[in-house]
């Protein structure tokens, strides 16, 4: 109960603060800026969407294919259509609390194909480890190629990330944290070897073992190169889908390359703060135009046409494959191999 309660407060929070980001940024806007707007978005060109769409399922597909190269070393094989389905159903609980999709397709996953979800849970791991090393590569090499104009707001932006405008130094916040996982460690440690028999430790020592031996997994990888290039291949299709809907809208559609990786650093960010990116993706998008000399309706109205598609993509797809997954494995389950099985086992 207490755990549903908190779950409930945290999806009130962060969606509450998205809410609140949504309506100061209509607020603030003047009625001239209010028009532009509109004129923005009624005068965007939608057939752009389309291939924008197309880069996004790619993206998608291809962390999909990346997670069964993670899962091959540990003896699973996978369906493709599994592991997306479960992918995009991750995406779409996340469009409502942060981070809880890897939990769910983990457990979707670990059911239908009969994986131990400790072992998936340590492949999402390194995942997010590859995937926060790509975005930090990603914020040096905005940076680089225009230093003067990007590279002070991200470091302002990412120092405040960091501090949290505490005042306490990174350097202590990161002994402090380094010190409570050996801590922790240390008493975990301490508490198998004093009560293993236990049921309960002798679960969790399971699930960090199955935890460990997802983690490990990266050092067995066969196909280093096709998980590297997976890699690099959905970055490079989100840094896409931003460059190609630039040209969406008449007065954007003279931005770059350069112009595109400065918003999708941003924007990345700004997906984590709230569900969905709600609120706060549009508000990084505009903050980063804005240093490109775009007017600021302009640069709220590609923000809000931008966070839609990938709305869209998430709610649509993502209940798409839901009923998918759910009908295709309850038809299996009631197939008459599948209830022979059954009887046999009885």
Not at 35 to 47: H, I, T, V, W
């Amino acid at each position: 109960m207490r755990k549903k309660t908190a779950l409930v407060l945290q999806y009130i929070f962060f969606l509450g603060g998205g809410i609140f980001l949504i309506w100061w940024q209509f607020h603030n806007m003047t009625p001239d800026q209010t028009a532009k707007f509109k004129y923005a978005l009624a005068d965007a060109d939608y057939r752009i969407l389309v291939p924008v769409i197309i880069f996004a399922l790619a993206s998608h597909i291809s962390r999909s294919l990346r997670w069964k190269i993670l899962l091959e070393p540990l003896g699973y094989t996978p369906s493709l259509f599994n592991t997306f389905s479960v992918t995009m159903v991750g995406y779409l609980a996340n469009s409502f609390v942060p981070r809880l999709g890897e939990i769910l397709k983990c457990t979707l996953l670990g059911k239908y194909e009969k994986i131990p979800v400790q072992k998936l849970i340590g492949t999402i791991v390194i995942e997010r480890i590859f995937d926060f090393l790509c975005y930090l590569i990603f914020i040096i090499f905005t940076v680089l190629i225009q230093y003067k104009l990007v590279g002070g707001f991200v470091r302002q932006e990412i120092a405040e990330m960091v501090s949290g405008n505490s005042g306490i130094p990174l350097w202590l916040k990161a002994a402090i944290a380094i010190a409570v996982i050996i801590a922790a460690f240390l008493l975990l440690r301490f508490l198998f070897r004093k009560f293993a028999p236990a049921t309960l430790l002798r679960r969790i020592n399971n699930f960090i073992q199955g935890l460990r031996e997802g983690i490990a997994s990266i050092r067995k990888l066969k196909k280093r190169r096709q998980f590297l290039l997976h890699t690099l291949f959905i970055w490079t299709m989100y840094l896409l889908q931003i460059y190609l809907g630039f040209s969406a809208l008449k007065d954007v559609s003279h931005l770059g390359l350069d112009a595109a990786c400065a918003v999708l650093t941003l924007a990345t960010l700004a997906m984590i703060v709230t569900p969905g990116g709600i609120g706060t993706f549009p508000a990084a998008v505009f903050l980063v135009l804005n240093l490109y000399n775009i007017d600021h309706s302009t640069g709220e109205a590609f923000g809000w046409l931008m966070w839609g598609t990938t709305t869209f993509i998430v709610l649509f797809f993502g209940l798409i494959c839901l009923g998918a997954l759910f009908f295709t494995h309850r038809k299996k389950q009631s197939s008459p191999a599948a209830n022979t099985s059954s009887a046999t086992i009885i």
